[in-house]
């Protein structure tokens, strides 16, 4: 047996209601015990100075290297910013998934699930949108694909964006639906850019399905002309819709957010929608997301819990991730909560400067460890 120890951190995971100075104790891969004591270990990690959370949740990524144009490194930025858990979101559809399984899924560090797109091929270039032509839409593929794959796929995905779908999304939504009812698992829609107001969508959605994309600032948002959020947000969200970030190159913006969480609002999920565009930024990470909303408002216990046993509930998997419970797979992150200035852009054309950044510095994948250094991150820091 081996046995690591990571002692001397702030364990903060919202799950289990922890927050305190602990160590946590994992055997072979496998979180034992969360506790004071310091007992014997082959490995210690100082974890003095850190947050110490369950291993990061990103519920809207892009990782079909090679195929995609979103395409990027799961583990390059993913789990060496500190996300061990990472869910594709649509970057593959019926006909491309078994190449994300085989040629990504299975060849990384990161775990990885996936929502499957309604399109057959997924998003795989931004040449035209995937479903303007409606032909490119398979309910029964879809369908057979996600019964083949049940530990992969957690939903399906539908983009409509008038980029995606034109002016009408109804036709693309209604295929998703179905789709997603046949197989009793959560829909995962994008909703920015779309041209009729959110209020037609949300009677389409009901408990675990997910509106990504929710604090953008263009068409099809939550807030209607004077910043009052729809009423039918309201009653989407009492009907057990998610609310997820899916920041991206053009999805979040800090006005909508401060006004939403104001509102008493705050995001169900926080998500980077993390891809090739937008690496460098406005997104950069997970990390960077999560002090964004950080700076938006939100309490970081709400933070962390929006990154772990939310996500890890949305994708029905929080058996298995999204806390740090003894007998399940030893995933955790190490934050550094640092205080300073930092000028960082959100998706809407505006720049302000948060004064707290969560920056990983530890990982732990299935009892891996990675220490991370921060002089790599991509932000620029004052």
């Known amino acids: 047996m081996t046995s690591l120890a990571v002692t001397g951190g702030r364990v903060l995971d919202p799950g289990q209601n922890i927050d305190q100075a602990a160590t946590v104790h994992i055997t072979d891969g496998v979180i034992t015990e969360i506790g004071a004591s310091v007992a014997d270990a082959e490995q210690a990690i100082d974890a003095s100075g850190l947050i110490v959370v369950p291993g990061l949740v990103d519920l809207h990524t892009h990782l079909y290297r090679g195929v995609s144009h979103y395409g990027i490194d799961a583990d390059a930025y993913c789990l060496d910013r500190g996300v061990t858990t990472a869910v594709d979101a649509g970057s593959s559809g ?54 083949e794959h049940p530990d992969l796929i957690v939903g399906i995905k539908v983009r409509l964006g008038y980029q995606m779908v034109g002016d009408d999304p109804a036709p693309a939504m209604r295929l998703a639906r179905e789709a997603a009812d046949a197989l009793g698992l959560p829909l995962m829609v994008h909703v920015i850019d779309m041209r009729p107001p959110i209020s037609w969508l949300l009677p389409y959605l009901g408990r675990g399905d997910i509106v990504t994309h929710c604090f953008h600032g263009n068409e099809g948002g939550i807030l209607d002309a004077e910043g009052t959020l729809f009423p039918e947000v309201w009653r989407g969200r009492e009907r057990g819709v998610r609310f997820d970030i899916g920041h991206g190159v053009g999805s979040f913006s800090y006005q909508v957010a401060r006004s939403a969480i104001a509102q008493g609002f705050p995001p169900d999920t926080i998500s980077s929608d993390l891809h090739a565009h937008n690496v460098f930024g406005p997104a950069y990470d997970q990390a960077t997301t999560l002090s964004k909303l950080l700076h938006a408002g939100m309490e970081l216990r709400d933070v962390i819990r929006a990154t772990t046993v939310t996500p890890a509930e949305a994708a029905r998997r929080q058996d298995r991730i999204g806390a740090l419970a003894p007998g399940r797979e030893a995933d955790l992150t190490g934050f550094e909560l640092r205080t300073g200035h930092w000028a960082l852009p959100d998706a809407a054309g505006a720049t ?31």
Not at 116 to 140: K, P, Y
Not at 357 to 380: F, I, K, N
Request: proline share 5%.
């Open 94 to 147: 019926a006909q491309t998934f078994p190449g994300l399984r085989s040629y990504i899924i299975e060849r990384s560090r990161t775990r990885i699930l996936a929502f499957l797109h309604i399109a057959v091929q997924g998003m795989i270039t931004n040449l035209l949108g995937e479903l303007e032509d409606l032909r490119w839409a398979s309910v029964a593929q879809a369908v057979e694909r996600a019964r």
């Open 352 to 382: 302000e400067v948060v004064e707290r950044l969560l920056v990983p510095r530890l990982v732990v994948r299935a009892g891996e460890v990675r220490r991370l250094d921060p002089d790599t991150d991509p932000r620029a820091r004052t």
